[in-house]
């Protein structure tokens, strides 16, 4: 297909009515002659005019055009259906939803803001209020609307883009009862209230109350990765802390612990440590994050920290890993940065690079001598076929230890800064964190890589420099203040879609486990949500926690070779996984999931030659679709709603034409079939969820 | 001259150098769009060639690779390296002995884990390079003491990864096998499967013009949805595939249909021509071992897709051992060493075994020194290069002295402290003699390697050819 399904159509307005800017005219002439009452209450009484339908005048242009040939409808629209279409397509006459009044033949609802009534009857639609003119007019059939209700795009208002798509920012979803939140509040309040809820249920906690921490008949969980990824699909899918979590994943891909890095003994409570340890801090302070993620048993291992050890008269030399990381990727970068993000030039116009090799020779000594933490007695396997104690699982929990004997007393010098070694070691490391934390470059450095996860690839380097002096000084002269930053960058005008930055608008692709997330926290049955593993044999898998390596799934800098953006030099770093194997694993793997639910399967067992279902339901991660199998009869009303909740509004018309037609094509007998119905929502939202308005993030 | 036409010439000159544009003349589409998918091979694959990159991710430790292993040699390796040091006794059955001996009686031997490549070595079939990276120009410890021209952001992986694919750090999009394979477009009949990665993207295989395509690790991933009706519906089938292949107005938008657009076309034109390329050569049932057959299939069509040049990279993590470097890294190289040997094998059973070339990168060696069970990022590192064409049994390079010492003695000149190795073969020197074997030319080769002019020299008692010789 060469032309764009979006832009050809776009233009079109098809659900716009033709007669709208008439009627606009009309609506503003005739407000003075009353009609309906600003302040009316929404059970007001039928008017009088209704009574006399005889009287109607008929005005078949009204709320009517062509309809779609390709939507074909047989079945009649209920007055319910029309009135929802109608206030979704004709906001400006029917503003706010109303609740459905019966009187005598009508079924009716009022819009006190418009003191419009719509009225049905006898097969027929009414409409009265300032826009008829204060006329009772008869505007067509239920027959003559069919088509529009049920096969044509509608709309999603402003209002519920524009806050689904800061909800889409700040956390996972936009549920209806969440749109209509923010709404209501205002987006910064219900934000900051977000913000203050207190932290949901510890991951450790959760993988001791599942049994994951047993040493006994579970024996076989202490070295099992499983657990971990177990442990945050459930975090990520049911924590009411939405936000926090939010904030949290993006830190995860900043200070990256992998479970497939730290894998070991009790590798699942050393992950869920870690999570609680970017839940606990997600809104606190970056300092503090920074000295106790130096000391967490995940990234002991991950960055070899754990047993590392003082240079010897042998050769031994300081494990250098996580000093240099922890420079390179956690706090300061390579290059010397502007506030903005920019690079630093010296007076050659050449960048100046932060550190050298000997800069990390010397901090790698500050981190010697740590092992595991806890200190707690072992414990006794009731299993007979262990024949030794197991290790309280504390050992990974708890932060890591000093051994004092294994720590290296050699002068540290880096980044100008000398520490004795003869320092106490913890006192050693506070002062080597403060040298990093207070460094002008982790202020732009990090506020542009939050601002890549969080909101767009391509920040304007004002955007960056905005939240980099947020994190320099919270307003109360606080450095590292996270609640402020994550605060900033949310409520900033580019974020919030008030920015001429043309890159910015770009937007970001979204990451693969942010669509999982979504759909389970939007339509997953939530005690059905355990045991998920992802895209397990996936390529371009992203389970989170689980990054191949410290680098992330991505880099910030990546810039997708042969495409339109590299000569642009526009960096996309979800694009790094995304190739021919990686997005056609994930439309295999979202099929049978949003039909059938997970479980660990081969899907060519289920889905027979015809793409028809043929197994057993599964147990884990069901979808309930309670808002959406009541729409699967009517195409119309489900994309928009899916649109709504999943898209911000986003899909093309085009593209939303294109899904409602292939699910109106769908078998729809007079009683359909649970499964009748399953399979048209799971089509409708398999088609929204490999649209690329529904992957792109703008 | 223009552009194009430039262009143009240094392709036919490309072809004329590799017999390939022989008496047709045919003018070759140079498109990567789809449409060059699908069209027949427009010539006999009289002469084809392949290139296969095995990128060890994490900077492989060259020294427990190849080991140092003449007795004064190994006794400093052995006194440095402790715990970490392979046994003396262990690394008899892995002794390379080189056509001609090295130099001051130098002898390596090779991990015990890389049987199967000493194997090859000594049947002439596999090369150890010693001591590449990335280089600037030819650089001595003082120099880099002194900060001469250096490759950017050394010891760093991600950037070093990049660097060692395209000579510039993160945020490159064009790699040096990309852009050789560019010089071969024309003579590949679907020029999407000219540059194919079996593992993650890698900047090594973007070119100009050449896109890299990526296979699973068993072949192409066909969309189910797209083959077949979805939920009984063959109309959801079909709307799934227009929303997801058709062009966009949003930028990203339409680059993530794009790889779809070729996610489906490719599938199909290389799920058919694999389903007849079935090689019996066994391979290890590893993640490498698996991708290493889909590469040896994808040879194996060549004919039936109209290749006569293709670029492969395959990636294996793991490598960075900052610890566990005992207990993991013979893990990692038995299934490097499997594989490339296993490819070598089934290249033979295709008659190809001397069109096709495999070598392994990685981001950096290693530090000699120790930090209890495992080493830190270095700059150098030894390297193998496998294949019928390879001029074998041979160990090219300098063998760097094996010494840790901050002293201004001649052995410490090697390195920039704990045994961090200054290359002295360039990742240029590599990618000059690989290209040249494929088919480039001087001038291209110049045009791809930024800093080749700067080799070809002798400095400081070390040459540093252009050719390196491996590839005769």
């Known amino acids: ?698 | 001259m223009t552009g194009t036409k430039l262009q143009e010439l240094t392709r036919r000159a490309f072809l004329r150098r590799s017999g390939q544009l022989a008496a047709s003349g045919v003018a070759l589409p140079l498109s990567l769009s789809l449409a060059s998918l699908g069209e027949a091979a427009a010539m006999q694959a009289l002469d084809f060639k392949a290139l296969v990159c095995v990128f060890m991710i994490g900077g492989n430790d060259h020294d427990n690779t190849v080991v140092a292993f003449d007795s004064s040699s190994y006794e400093r390796y052995r006194a440095i390296r402790q715990a970490v040091a392979l046994q003396a006794s262990a690394l008899q059955e892995t002794a390379l002995s080189p056509t001609v001996p090295l130099p001051g009686g130098r002898q390596y031997a090779l991990n015990p884990a890389l049987l199967p490549m000493a194997r090859l070595f000594h049947q002439q079939r596999a090369a150890v390079l010693l001591n590449v990276g990335p280089l600037i120009a030819p650089t001595t410890r003082r120099q880099y003491e002194q900060r001469v021209a250096l490759p950017p952001k050394l010891f760093s992986h991600n950037d070093q990864v990049m660097v060692w694919q395209s000579h510039r750090p993160e945020g490159s999009t064009v790699g040096w096998g990309g852009r050789i394979a560019d010089l071969a477009l024309d003579s590949n009949g679907q020029s999407l499967f000219s540059c194919i990665s079996a593992a993650g993207t890698s900047v090594f295989l973007a070119g100009e013009s050449a896109l890299q395509y990526h296979v699973g690790s068993h072949g192409p991933i066909r969309i189910d949805a797209m083959k077949r009706p979805v939920y009984g519906s063959s109309r959801v089938s079909q709307a799934l595939q227009v929303l997801a292949t058709s062009a966009q107005d949003g930028v990203l938008h339409n680059e993530y249909n794009r790889v779809t657009t070729r996610a489906i076309a490719a599938e199909t034109t290389l799920g058919a021509a694999l389903a007849s390329s079935n090689v019996q050569t066994s391979f290890p049932t590893t993640g490498l071992g698996d991708r290493m057959r889909t590469i040896a299939r994808i040879i194996g069509a060549h004919q039936t897709l109209g290749l006569k040049r293709q670029i492969f990279m395959v990636q294996l993590g793991g490598s960075d051992l900052h610890s566990n470097l005992s207990s993991d890294h013979g893990r990692i190289l038995r299934e490097v060493g499997d594989a490339m040997s296993a490819l070598y094998a089934a290249t033979e059973e295709l008659g190809l075994a001397d069109k096709v070339t495999s070598f392994t990168a990685s981001d950096f060696g290693r530090t000699l020194s120790v930090n209890g069970d495992g080493s830190d990022h270095g700059w150098g590192g030894h390297h193998f290069v496998v294949g019928g064409a390879v001029k074998g049994r041979t160990i090219y390079g300098v063998p760097p002295p094996v010494s840790v010492g901050d002293t201004s003695a001649a052995d410490d000149q090697w390195h920039v402290g704990q045994g961090r190795l200054i290359p002295t073969t360039s990742t240029d020197q590599l990618a000059s003699t690989l290209g040249r074997w494929f088919g480039a030319g001087e001038s291209e080769l110049a045009g791809i390697l930024p800093n080749l002019h700067n080799f070809g020299i002798e400095a400081a008692g070390v040459t540093y050819p252009t050719n390196l010789g491996f590839m005769g």
């Open chain 1, 1 to 698: 297909m060469s032309s764009s399904i979006v832009g050809v159509q776009q233009g079109e307005s098809r659900t716009a009515p033709e007669s709208l800017a008439l009627l606009a005219a009309m609506s503003a002439t005739l407000a003075a002659c009353g009609g309906g009452g600003s302040g009316a209450d929404a059970a007001a009484p039928l008017p009088a005019a209704f009574v006399n339908r005889d009287r109607a005048v008929s005005a078949p242009g009204l709320m009517r055009r062509p309809a779609s040939p390709s939507a074909v409808e047989t079945r009649l629209p209920s007055a319910t259906e029309l009135m929802d279409w109608a206030e979704q397509s004709y906001a400006t006459f029917f503003p706010d939803s109303a609740a459905d009044q019966a009187l005598e033949l009508y079924i009716y609802r009022h819009y006190p803001a418009s003191g419009n009534y719509l009225g049905v009857a006898a097969g027929r639609v009414y409409v009265l209020g300032p826009v008829s003119g204060g006329q009772l007019l008869d505007v067509g059939s239920l027959a003559d609307f069919a088509p529009r209700v049920f096969g044509e795009p509608r709309p999603v208002s402003a209002e519920d883009a524009v806050a689904a798509r800061a909800l889409m920012q700040v956390q996972f979803t936009a549920r209806p009862a969440e749109i209509a939140a923010v709404k209501q509040r205002g987006f910064a309040s219900w934000l900051a209230e977000q913000m203050e809820a207190p932290r949901s249920t510890s991951a450790v906690v959760w993988m001791a109350q599942n049994g994951y921490s047993n040493t006994s008949t579970l024996r076989k969980y202490t070295t099992l990765e499983r657990p971990a990824v177990w442990m945050i699909w459930q975090q990520l899918w049911l924590v009411p802390d939405a936000v926090r979590a939010r904030a949290a994943l993006a830190l995860s891909e900043y200070f990256v612990v992998s479970s497939l890095l730290a894998s070991g003994m009790w590798v699942g409570q050393a992950m869920a440590a870690y999570w609680d340890l970017l839940m606990g801090n997600a809104f606190g302070s970056f300092r503090l994050l920074l000295e106790q993620l130096s000391l967490n048993a995940g990234m002991g291992r991950t960055l070899s920290i754990l047993d590392s050890r003082a240079e010897d008269e042998t050769g031994r030399r300081p494990d250098e890993n996580y000093a240099r990381e922890l420079m390179q990727l956690f706090t300061i970068g390579l290059y010397e940065l502007n506030i903005d993000g920019t690079e630093r030039l010296d007076s050659q116009g050449r960048k100046i690079e932060t550190f050298d090799n000997d800069d990390v020779s010397n901090l790698a000594r500050v981190f010697t001598g740590y092992t595991y933490g806890g200190g707690l007695p072992k414990l006794p396997s009731d299993d007979p076929t262990m024949d030794r104690e197991i290790v309280n699982p504390g050992f990974v929990t708890e932060p890591m230890q000093l051994y004092a004997f294994r720590h290296s007393n050699a002068e540290v010098n880096f980044l100008g800064t000398r520490i004795s070694g003869k320092m106490e070691p913890r006192a050693k490391m506070g002062q080597a964190l403060d040298v990093l934390f207070n460094h002008p470059n982790v202020g732009p450095f990090f506020a542009r890589q939050m601002i890549q996860r969080l909101v767009t690839s391509n920040p304007s380097p004002a955007y960056v420099a905005r939240i980099a002096k947020v994190f320099n000084s919270n307003g109360r002269g606080q450095r590292g203040d996270l609640k402020a930053v994550f605060s900033a960058i949310w409520l900033d005008a580019e974020a919030r879609g008030q920015s001429s930055n043309p890159a910015g608008r770009l937007g970001k692709l979204s990451e693969p486990m942010l669509r999982i997330v979504q759909w389970g926290r939007t339509f997953a049955r939530p005690e059905s949500l355990q045991k998920y593993v992802g895209f397990e044999d996936a390529y371009g898998e992203q389970i989170p926690l689980r990054s191949p390596s410290v680098f992330n799934f991505y880099r910030p800098g990546f810039v997708p070779p042969g495409t339109a953006l590299a000569p642009n030099g526009w960096v996309a770093p979800e694009f790094q996984i995304v190739h021919e194997a990686s997005v056609s694993a994930y439309l295999n793997h979202l099929e049978p999931l949003l039909r059938l639910g997970f479980r660990r399967m081969l899907r060519h067992e289920t889905f027979d030659a015809t793409g028809r279902w043929v197994g057993s339901p599964t147990e884990n991660v069901l979808a309930d679709y309670d808002a959406e199998l009541p729409l699967a009869g009517n195409p119309s009303a489900l994309v928009h709603h899916l649109n709504r909740v999943m898209c911000a509004g986003r899909l093309a018309v085009a593209a939303q034409q294109i899904i409602i037609d292939a699910v109106a094509s769908m078998p729809w007998p007079a009683n359909p079939t649970e499964d009748q119905r399953r399979d048209r929502v799971a089509a409708a939202l398999l088609l929204v969820m490999a649209t690329p308005d529904y992957l792109v993030q703008t």
